[in-house]
């Protein structure tokens, strides 16, 4: 196991799951910027009297995060054509497995939460292993599905993505774009 395939697995794993990535934290950005939100559960609770969901998941935030998402697979798809020698190395990204890659993120975020809650976690308490793969399961299994991303790919991203959550985090945090640091 060479320099070079440790390289190219970090590269075409970050460019498969990078709509994912985006559609996960882009929601925070522009829901802040809004002043009416819509919460998904419509503020209702579950049976075991906690909110289903909570007021971090929102119909602006799911919108934007799958928008945010479908763009950026939209211009990888661009830059692969442009750059067609380097992206022979990576998974073929399209417009529409950014887009179903988007939604699977935002959809198993929306689930996570659902789990947090009847955890009897706060919305927005800090559940790091849940935050970080709640949105890449789901991914990861439909990039299975439509592109056959390896199993090494599913494993590298299992590991470094609650690393790369939690630095994305702190980050935002000191620059100020977040009250808490993950
Ligand atoms: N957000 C949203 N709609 C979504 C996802 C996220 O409006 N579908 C916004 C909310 O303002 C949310 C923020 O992005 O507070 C950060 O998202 P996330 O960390 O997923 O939510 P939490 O507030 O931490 O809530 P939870 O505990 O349910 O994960
Ligand atoms: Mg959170």
């Known amino acids: 196991m060479g320099a070079d395939y440790i390289l190219l697995l970090f590269a075409s794993s970050l460019w498969l799951i990078l709509p994912a990535y985006f559609a996960n934290s882009s929601p925070v950005y522009f829901t802040s910027k809004l002043k009416k939100l819509h919460p998904i559960d419509f503020n209702r609770k579950f049976i075991d009297g906690r909110p289903i969901l909570g007021r971090g998941k929102t119909f602006e935030g ?7 998402g479908t763009v950026v697979g939209t ?3 661009l830059l692969q054509e442009r750059f067609a020698s380097i992206a022979a190395l990576l998974y073929p990204m399209s417009v529409k497995l950014g887009f179903i890659l988007s939604l699977s993120a935002i959809l198993g975020d929306i689930a996570g939460s659902f789990i947090k809650r ?6 927005g308490a800090k559940s790091p292993l849940l935050d ?6 789901p991914s990861l299994i439909v990039a ?5 991303v390896g199993f090494e790919v599913c ?3 299992l590991v470094i993505t609650p690393v790369i959550h939690r630095a994305m ?10 009250d808490v640091p993950w």
């Open 75 to 77: 211009i990888q798809t």
């Open 132 to 137: 970080s793969l709640d949105f890449l399961i």
């Open 155 to 157: 494993i590298f991203l």
């Open 169 to 178: 985090n702190v980050l935002a945090y000191r620059l100020g774009m977040k």
């Open 118 to 123: 009847r955890a009897g976690m706060e919305r």
């Open 144 to 148: 299975r599905v439509f592109v056959g």
């Open 62 to 68: 799911a919108f934007f995060g799958i928008i945010t």
